[in-house]
């Protein structure tokens, strides 16, 4: 499943490390938020103040990261990186708070998995640059308050709508990060090569563009595999031709579908007719468990106009039948 999933796993932080735009001048799409952004950046340095709280929302792999190391080095201040999931007590989000110089990013990712207290605490931090220090416990405890540096949150989120309210309104600006566009993907492919000191042919890059899910980190990844596949197969030369045999060796069809995406598609369409087929069937059938399905296959399939939900279950499309190259039954969509 590697190949396509959005995350980033393991050793690939490090490479990815070697491919991120440093300015925003070199990031790569996302012209909408890119311009608001710089407008965001460039009244605060003229006002010589960090800039309001930034909120980006946007599945993984499209640039969060990036953008908030970008801010960062825009504004010339230091960044600090952590994630929801690290701030389990607010005792974890007091020590960073209080140890931040003035103007300092601070970026969290998967802001909305940040336990309650310390969400609670940030409210506070985020609008008067203060947190309570609570000490003792019962009745006798106390607050103490603690003034901390002036900085700006980043905030990444899959999803704006998983945040609370009350943080959610304490942004004062919201990046939606939608999937790039083929010809943007493409650009991402040629300068990673450039980095990577690879030679990529036009449609060798638009081969790969086209299976990278709408996602820069698929598409960088993709590269890397028919690079591999070059190197071993054929001296190191890259064409549409290696480009697409690569990945169809790694099971990454022209759509990016793998052989999860495929399984459950093949599934639905020869043994259910299309359906409707409720979640667990189809699961059992593909034998995976039904949050995988769920989780990992559909929201592809959806976006891909292959697959929908409907209240009686999983319906193929008739894009999904031409795509696995079968014929619907006659009364498949009358
Ligand atoms: P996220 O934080 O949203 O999961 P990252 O910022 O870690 O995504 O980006 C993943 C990889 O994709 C990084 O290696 C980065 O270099 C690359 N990338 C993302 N967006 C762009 C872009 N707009 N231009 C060039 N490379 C990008």
């Keep these: 499943r590697d190949l396509v999933s959005a995350e980033a796993e393991g050793d690939e932080r490090l490479i990815e490390a070697a491919l991120r735009p440093k300015r925003l001048e070199e990031f790569i799409g996302q012209a909408r938020v890119r311009e608001q952004l710089s407008l965001v950046l460039h009244s605060a340095l003229r006002r010589n103040r960090p ?64 336990a309650r207290p310390a969400e609670e605490m ?32 980043v905030g990444a989120t899959t999803r704006a709508g998983l945040l609370p309210a009350p943080l959610r309104d304490r942004f004062g600006f919201v990046a939606h990060m939608d999937f790039y ?3 943007e993907l493409e650009q991402v492919l040629h300068r990673s090569s450039r980095l990577l000191g690879l030679e990529l042919p036009g449609d060798a890059a638009r081969e790969i563009a086209g299976r990278s899910r709408g996602t820069p980190r698929i598409a960088n990844r993709l590269l890397r595999r028919v690079r591999d596949f070059a190197e071993v197969r054929a001296e190191g ?4 031709e290696v480009a697409a045999a690569a990945l169809n060796l ?26 409707p087929v409720g979640l ?4 059992v059938a593909v034998g ?32 999904a039948w031409i795509h696995m190259g079968l014929t619907p039954p006659p009364d498949a969509f009358g």
Excluded at 72 to 93: F, K, N
Excluded at 280 to 283: G, H, P, V, Y
Aim: charged share 20%.
């Design 237 to 240: 030369v890259i064409t549409k």
């Design 288 to 319: 995976e468990e039904p949050e995988t399905v769920e989780v990992v296959a559909e929201p592809f399939l959806v976006r891909q106009g292959l697959l929908a939900r409907t209240p009686r279950g999983r319906v193929a499309t008739a894009a």
């Design 122 to 153: 940030l409210y506070l931090a985020m609008e008067d640059f203060r947190v309570d220090i609570v000490v003792g416990k019962g009745p006798g405890a106390t607050a103490i308050p603690l003034e901390i540096a002036p900085f700006t949150l």
């Design 51 to 114: 800039p309001d709280h930034v909120l980006m929302s946007g599945s993984p792999g499209l640039g969060k990261t990036t953008l908030s190391m970008i801010i960062a080095t825009e504004l010339g201040v230091p960044l600090r990186i952590t994630s929801g999931p690290a701030l389990e007590r607010a005792g974890d989000l007091a020590a960073i708070l209080s140890t931040l110089s003035e103007g300092e990013v601070l970026f969290i990712d998967e802001i909305h998995r940040m």
């Design 280 to 283: 667990s069937t189809l699961a």
């Design 250 to 275: 790694y099971e990454v069809d022209a759509q990016g579908l793998d052989r999860l995406d495929r399984a459950v598609l093949g599934v639905l369409l020869r043994r259910f007719g299309g359906g």
């Design 181 to 183: 566009e083929a010809g």
